[in-house]
């Protein structure tokens, strides 16, 4: 965390970064970021000057590595850029030797993580434990909240696209008067004329579905071309799953049907000369 | 009957179909002014929570947020006597964020612990018992969380420890203080454990005496008009400092949270065109079914003018009722949607997403209308040029 300030703070003052002339073979290496390398020029080799305050920057590391972080979703809205030490030279630049801000402890294959927590909870003095699990479960919180946003914004637009879908099956059908009345006059029975419209109803649904998932697939790539470019990220924002599209068409050829079967059962059950206009 | 009032009466000849109509516009129309409350009210709740006592400008080490990070500045006193030399501002207070431990029966309690100066603090508010005063270093406020876990209220004792020693298994700092209030610290996520104390307590608790260190300084300008000018010269004078003027940290979080509020505006705009697409769907079909009916009208004399503003009252009419019920419908998901987002660790919990404002919600409303009643514009235009003997023709066949 602190070395991260201390490279912004080198960032805003960029041009004091790179020295050239200086022994490298003596000072310690530092792995840059490549975000952070592309900002202030950096290449393999370079000599940087750091500290922990734009007014305090005394120590020289050289650029020995630049790396590509690890997609991580937490980070990505924050915008910080990082480097890399070992963790005496931190520690030295820190005028900390000898402190860290956390231990990671690989256990025996055998040992449940949570029990060697507790065990190290009630002896450590000082310490806060945590599995690898629980660290996962907390830091995941906040994509949870998105989750449950996400699939309350999804409910809203099921509820809009039922109506929607209702209302234009009522629509389509009652356009349909005059063809029903016809049709009821020359002997069609009403089960024959309900299962044309409901079949109608079908395939508008299985037409509006595929159309409907072409559009999410261009939708969810356009997404995740934008994000990815807007955040210099590797990570997937759309991801459109089998599952997902399953259930969208499920459901939209069961809304379809349903509205279908209602509007074309009101239709069947009026009177031909009502149909007609004539009544 | 003008064109308006047989517009409107038209929508009563089919209740079904209206009312499915009105229902599809409502919830289209809540989602709109979700979306709308969603886009402007991060900025606003965030905006209105920094100023809520009054101080525009945070100083922070260089490059950083308030709290964003656990650096803090160096020299905490020399800086705030610099600022309040200053003409131009009103009062400056340092803030330490720390760690801590509260001593809970035999047990410890984690904590966070706010370093204050109690005549220049734009964190908290007293709830209960009474503020501390500069000099009282025997002094403690608790958030109410704290006050209930510990079970202590204003007067009793309570033991604090500002660093574990691991090595000797004991309390490296720790003192006994007298909870003088109960208050609520105003940045808190809900829950939150937080004690405060003057500076130099939470100082000598954090063991950041020696350098004289703090997270942040706070400024109150005297003049509201003069903020930006302000801090533009707290730049210069402080290079090393992060000047960030309430503008700036809302700047910040916006690009923070830039995904929300694209979101809003795509969903927003779907919103809008569902909208449209069942209002201009629904118009054009009874247009089509009432033709025989429009053509008899122009047949007798009635204008093509009024034809047009009958089909177009339909729609506004449609979108006016099926607006106003949205807005309910809109009120109401948003008091939901906001408990779900106001769920994100960390946040302050007088945090909002959805802010209605008198502004926003007249402009979307104003949207909706118009966008509505221009929906109705093709099935005006196919019922006014229809040709009324043809048409007459069909309709006698």
Redesign the interface.
């Known amino acids: 965390m602190r070395i991260a300030i201390a490279v912004r703070g080198l960032a805003a003052l960029g041009w004091t970064l790179c020295v050239a002339g200086f022994a490298s073979a003596q000072l310690p290496g530092i792995a840059v970021e490549r975000g952070l390398a592309a900002d202030l020029g950096l290449g393999i080799g370079d000599t940087v000057r750091f500290g922990t305050a734009p007014d305090s920057l005394r120590r020289l590391a050289v650029v020995s590595a630049i790396y590509q972080p690890r997609p991580d979703p937490a980070e990505i809205s924050k915008r910080q850029r990082h480097v890399r030490m070992h963790l005496p030279d931190l520690a030295a630049a820190l005028g900390a030797p000898d402190r860290v801000d956390r231990f990671g402890v690989g256990l025996r294959p055998g040992l449940a993580a949570e029990s060697a927590a507790a065990v190290l909870r009630s002896n450590a003095f000082g310490y806060q434990v945590h599995s690898t699990r629980a660290i996962a479960s907390e830091s995941s919180q906040t994509f949870l909240v998105i989750s449950r946003f996400h699939r309350a914004i999804a409910i809203i637009t099921i509820v809009a696209g039922a109506v929607f879908l209702l209302c234009i099956m009522l629509l389509k059908v009652e356009e349909r008067r005059l063809d029903a009345a016809v049709m009821r006059f020359i002997g069609v029975r009403r089960r024959t004329m309900f299962g044309a419209l409901l079949l109608e109803a079908a395939l508008v649904a299985v037409v509006g579905s595929v159309v409907g998932t072409g559009m999410a697939l261009m939708a969810g790539a356009a997404t995740n071309a934008y994000y990815r470019r807007f955040f210099d990220t590797a990570l997937t924002f759309s991801h459109i799953t089998p599952r997902i599209v399953i259930f969208s068409v499920a459901l939209s050829l069961g809304l379809g049907l349903v509205a279908g079967s209602l509007a074309a059962w009101r239709l069947v059950r009026t009177r031909p000369m009502v149909l007609w206009g004539r009544q | 009957m003008t064109g308006i009032g047989w517009g409107v009466r038209s929508l009563g000849r089919?209740p079904?179909?209206t009312a499915?109509?009105l229902?599809?516009i409502a919830?289209?129309a809540?989602?709109l002014l979700d979306m709308v409350m969603l886009s402007g009210g991060l900025e606003k709740s965030f905006g209105d929570l920094l100023l809520a006592r009054g101080y525009q400008i945070r100083l922070t080490?260089?490059?950083?947020l308030p709290f964003d990070?656990?650096?803090t500045l160096d020299g905490a006193s020399r800086v705030v006597a610099a600022l309040r030399r200053d003409p131009a501002i009103e009062a400056a207070g340092a803030v330490l964020g720390t760690a801590l431990y509260g001593r809970s029966a035999d047990s410890l309690v984690?904590l966070f612990g706010y370093g204050v100066d109690p005549t220049a603090q734009g964190l908290y508010q007293v709830t209960s018992g009474a503020d501390l005063t500069p000099g009282d270093t025997a002094g403690v406020l608790l958030a109410g969380p704290v006050a209930r876990l510990l079970g202590v209220g204003p007067g009793d004792s309570v033991t604090l420890i500002g660093r574990?020693?691991?090595q000797v298994?004991?309390a490296a700092v720790g003192r006994r203080f007298v909870v003088r209030g109960v208050v609520h610290w105003l940045y808190d996520h809900r829950g939150q454990l937080s004690v405060g104390a003057v500076l130099p307590v939470m100082q000598r608790l954090a063991r950041a005496d020696a350098a004289d260190r703090a997270s942040l300084v706070v400024i109150k300008a005297r003049d509201d008009g003069a903020v930006g000018s302000l801090a533009a010269r707290l730049r210069r004078e402080f290079?090393?400092l992060e000047v960030s003027s309430v503008a700036d940290l809302v700047a910040h979080f916006k690009?923070?949270?830039?995904?929300f509020r694209q979101l809003s505006y795509i969903?927003g705009s779907m919103?809008l065109i569902?909208a449209v697409?069942?209002i201009a769907?629904?118009l054009t079909?009874t247009v089509?079914?009432r033709l025989g009916e429009i053509v008899t009208l122009r047949a007798i004399g009635v204008s093509r003018g009024t034809v047009i503003r009958q089909v177009l009252a339909e729609g506004a009419a449609l979108t006016g009722a099926g607006g106003a019920i949205g807005i309910g419908l809109g009120l109401l998901?948003a008091r939901?949607?906001d408990a779900?987002?106001t769920?994100?660790?960390g946040l302050p919990a007088a945090f909002s997403f959805f802010v209605p404002r008198a502004g926003t919600l007249g402009t979307a409303a104003a949207v909706l209308f118009l966008t509505g009643s221009l929906a109705g514009l093709y099935p005006a235009w196919l019922a006014a040029r229809s040709p009324i003997a043809e048409t007459l023709r069909a309709e006698a066949t």
């Open positions: 089919h079904l179909r499915l109509s229902a599809g919830v289209a809540a989602m080490p260089r490059g950083t990070t656990e650096a984690g574990l020693d691991p298994a004991m290079p090393e690009l923070r949270l830039v995904y969903l919103s569902v697409l069942l769907t629904l079909i089509h079914e998901t939901y949607l779900i987002l769920g994100f660790p």
